[in-house]
Structures are given as C-alpha cells and as structure tokens.
C-alpha cells in the first residue's frame, strides 16, 4: 500500500506583525495631525497678538491712511482731480458758506470724495432745508440746495430767530428784518408753530393780519392782529379754529369790527366783544 504525500502547509503571513505596522504609521499621523493643529493655533495666535499690538498702537489705522493718500494720489494723478465746485439754488445761502461747509477739497482725489457726508454738512446751515450733493467726472462737485422759506421770528429772552413753518431756525435777526412776519413768544413755540402757522398760510385774510402769536402755558394760541384783537385758539384742533375763523371773516367780516377778542376756545359756541359793548356769544354753527 503505497503512502500518500502531505502537502507542505502554507506559512500565513504574519498578521500580528502587519498589525503592528499599521499601528505605528497611525500614532506618526495622529502625532503630526496634532502637531498641526497645534502649529495652527499658535499661528493665529500670534498673528491675533500682532494685530492687536498695531491696533494699539495706531499703526493699523496710519497703515490705512497712507494706503488711503496713496490711492488718492495715484487718482489724481490719473487725472480725478477736484477742480471745481458749484452750487445751484442758493439765493439767501452764501455761496462761500457752501463752500466752508464742505471743506477744503478742491485739489483732492474724486474718486474718494465722500458725498453723503458733503451733504450732511451742507444741510446743517440754517437757510438750508435738503440738498444734493453729485460728482461730475472728471474734476467737478455740484451741490443743489433747497432753502427755507421764512414764516415768522421766534422771540425768547430779548433775541430774535427767523423761523419757518415747521419752526426750524434759519438765522438771528434783528428787530428791524422780515417786520411783516407774524412774531412769536414763548418757550418752546417753534417747535408747536408748525400746525398753526400751516393753519394760518391757508387763509391769506388772517395771515395778512397777523401781527404774533403767544403760546400760552406751552398749550395753545392766542393770535394778536395788527388791529389789536386777540383771538384765543383752542388746545386742540387748532387748523380748524383756523379756517372756521376765516370762514367767520369771509362771510361776516368779523375781524373789520372794532373787537377786543375772539375766543374760539368752546366747541359750541365762539365769543367775541365788540370794543363799549357787551360780550357775545354765537354758535359756533352759525356759518356752514
């Protein structure tokens, strides 16, 4: 009986070893995975520190304005150059005032001309109510402007304020300027005019009469005219106290009359008295 051969057994291959291997090319890559997240950090870090030691200095802000001069210089030289300035709408605004609002900028880069501010400037002068400030290229700034229109003189303490209807101060005047505006006295009465002096340009009768206005307790109007009469405006709904009493002198002609007040204080009924006479009193409903 012949004997049968065994094959050779195959030799497997190390697997503990390979494992081994593996392993340690991991730790090198967990190890420098580390080492630069680590690098990284510090990095920032650092950079983080130089910025806030030049922040603290004021380098980072000399850093801008030179890269800013130079930018400026190189726009100049390209040839948006600021060589002119003109201004349209001005008629009581002196144009150097214009001028002086804006700064010293002729000569400057164009192209780094901040318009807004320019015109934030230009709208703090008291004639001014808005403007527009726009670049021409390659060298011009135009300014259009839109002024106030007078409507009365503020009084407070001994000075005199021209104002206009929405009681924005223009300027300081003097006793003898804009005489055939209405006056106004009291703490506090530009700003509350507005309604009342917009009442008033509506009815050109009672506007050409108007001599000043009184705010009294910093709650309502009286109305002096230029014939003496006062007239005493409610608290509220003082427009319409307005055009009733316009509606009163275009149908009746109460105000030609030698009064010593009108008194619109009442809702239903309105008071007047005739200069010797006694007081009387009408519904307010007498003229529709």
Known sequence: MSKVKKKPAKKTPNRRGKAKEVGFFDRISAIWTRFSHALIASSVLLALLGIGFLWAGGYVGMMGEQLSRF?????????????????????????QEILNAVGPVVGSSMLHFDADRA???????????????????????NIS?????????????????????NGAIIREVNAYEYADLPLIVGA????????????????PELWGRASALIRVSDRRWNL??????????????????????GRLQGELALLDEPLEYVDLRNPENFVYRVKGTAEMEKPIGVIQ
């Open 145 to 165: 402007v839109r002024e106030r229109v007078p409507a009365a003189v503020w009084q407070l303490s001994g000075a005199l304020h021209l104002i206009d209807e």
């Open 71 to 95: 930018a400026g210089a190189r726009a100049v030289s390209a040839g948006f150059e600021i060589r002119r300035i003109t201004a349209k709408g001005a008629i009581e605004t002196a144009e």
């Open 224 to 245: 002096k005219t230029k014939d003496g009469v006062d007239v005493k405006f409610p608290e509220r709904g003082v427009g319409e106290a307005v055009r009733y009493l």
């Open 119 to 141: 015109r934030a400037q230009v709208e703090q002068i008291g004639w001014v109510r808005s403007a527009a400030v726009s670049k021409l290229l390659p060298n011009t700034i």
């Open 188 to 203: 506090g009465a530009p700003g509350a005019a507005s309604e009342m002096l917009q009442a008033l340009k509506g009815e």
